[in-house]
């Protein structure tokens, strides 16, 4: 079984958009990325921590509908 790492902003970006997400765009004070119309922030840390990524990707979730589990999101 996977285990959560760090994980770097530039790979979490490429992951969103491997999922359908398009950006990121600029926006006032942090960039975002689309899906269906709908946002999701991108924090601007150079990398995030398991707390922080465990918390994006269950809005991830959320925007996608479904569940990503850990696998999945290792291999993305």
Request: aromatic letters at 10%; charged letters at 30%; glycine letters at 6%.
């Amino acid at each position: 079984m996977s285990r959560w790492t760090p994980c770097k902003r530039s790979d979490f970006i490429r992951k969103l958009r491997r999922l359908g997400f398009d950006g990121p765009f600029a926006g006032t004070r942090h960039q975002f990325t689309v899906l269906l119309q709908r946002r999701l922030t991108i924090p601007s840390n150079s990398e995030y921590s398991i707390p922080q990524l465990r918390m994006m990707v269950r809005e991830v979730e959320t925007l996608l509908g479904r569940e990503l589990s850990t696998e999945e999101w290792a291999g993305i």
